[in-house]
Each structure stands twice: as structure tokens, then as C-alpha cells.
């Protein structure tokens, strides 16, 4: 059986100062945007009455990034925890001339650093990677405090479907394991991320009314538009996990070693096709 990861590092399940885990970020942000059809799709990319933007998470700054160039008059921060995520953000945006994208290390977990009634949205995509179950309720609380009323918080997060290759599964299915072991999963067995059916739950008991929600349906196969951007994203999620999936006992090297290798060939037949869910949910402090 898998052995419980020490309380102390039940955090971000990959590298936060990895340069490998900054360029798979930055990979995912536009696949993301990509397969979602558009920044705000729920919205119709209509940002109006938004005009100051918090993102929870931001990683290398790709949604922050993207949401400042596109609508330059809006004010968009991004907080990471990570020292060399928060560092390119900042280089990108000063590339960019995005004077209105503003980036700070800080520790999402803890009370954000920011006055009551900061933000007109605030936005968090895949943070079930770090967030304890026991983090959520907090961590939204600290949303509805730093928005102002009638403010909008939307989260999207995502979880495994099926594909046509049992090895690709049995492999991607290591990731709602580890979630589980790690205590970020509020899947009762590990067979899901888990996050997704507790969301809606979990923002009315912080506080937020006017639930809405939008799914998507991502099909990973040959010639499917940004298929090949998910398929490395999970090349490199599954090797970079390696090393804690052999430590916790959730595999073997031997064992992954001949999952991956069957699940890579497996991909790149005509007949493969695999399945991701995505659900963006919002709402409105009152």
C-alpha cells in the first residue's frame, strides 16, 4: 500500500522551481486556453466590470499574460509561490510592455497579502495540485474577503476520462493515487481527482451565491487540435512524478518503465483517442 507523504510536504505535487515544470506549464496555459475557446469563455471574453484581476497560481504567468495583452485597460496580478515561476512572469511582462500585468511571490495557503475588496474577479485554473482538502474553505474564504461585492471568482479544474490504451490509463491513473496519498483529493478511493463534484459545495459554505458551471470535453487523438500539447503534458507530468510514485510505492520503476513505453507507442496509432473533463465554475460574493 502506499505509504502518507509527511503533513509538511502535502503541497504542489511537482517541482515549483523546476525549469521543466515552468515549460510544461507554459505548454498546458495555451492548450487550456485552446480546448476552453477563449479566456473567459463562460463570458464570451466579456470582461466588463472586471477591471482589476487577481490569479491564483499563475505559474510562469501564461493566463495572466494573456488576459493583460488581450484587454489592455484591466489590471491583471498573478501570485506563485514560486521564486523562479514569479521571476520569468515578470521578465516576460517586461518583454511584452505589459505595464498593466503585475506579478508577487506568495504563498496561496496562507492569508493573501491584499486589502478587503481588491479584485473584481478572481481567477485559479488545475490549483488542486497544492490545495489540502482541508485548504480549500480557507483559501476561498480569502477570495470572497479580497473581492469586492457583486465580485466574481472562477476556478477550473479537470479529472481523467478514458482512453483506448490500457496502459495510458493504468499510467494516468498514478496521478488520482498520489493526489489521494497526498491528502489533495476528495475522491473516497483515488480512482479520480476528485475535486470537481465538492466545488460547488464548497463555495456556497464559504459564502458565494450564483453558481454557474460550463464542462468541456477534451478528445486527445491524431489530428484532434492541440492533441499533441496534451499528450507531452502528460509525458512529461508522469516522468516528472516518477521519482515520488517509486518513493510512495504507487508503482514500481520496472512496472512504469513498461506502462510508458506501451502507452507511447500507443499514442501514436491512428486508432488511439483518449478523454480529458474540464469544468470552469464561478460565482458571485454578495
Known sequence: MPTELPKEENSYIMDSESATEMARLMIQNHATTMALGGLFPERRDDL?????????????GGWVLDVAQKYPDKQ?????????MIRYARAQAFSQRLENAEFTVMNALEPLQFDDNSFDLVNARFIVGFVA???????????????????????????LGTSTSTSYDELGMMIPTLLKVSGLSFSPDGRSVGIIPVLPRLLREAGFKELGKMAHVIVNAPGEPGSSMWIEDFKVTTQTLLPVLVKLQITTLEKFNQLYEQAMLDTLSPEFSALLYFVTLWATKP
Open 76 to 84: 491583471v496580478v498573478g501570485l506563485d509561490i514560486s521564486n523562479l
Open 48 to 60: 466588463e466590470g472586471c477591471d482589476r484581476i487577481l490569479d491564483i497560481g499563475c505559474g510562469p
Open 133 to 159: 482538502r482541508n485548504a480549500w474553505l480557507p483559501l476561498l474564504k480569502e477570495c470572497l474577503r479580497v473581492l469586492r461585492p457583486g465580485g466574481l471568482i472562477r476556478l477550473t479544474e479537470g479529472d
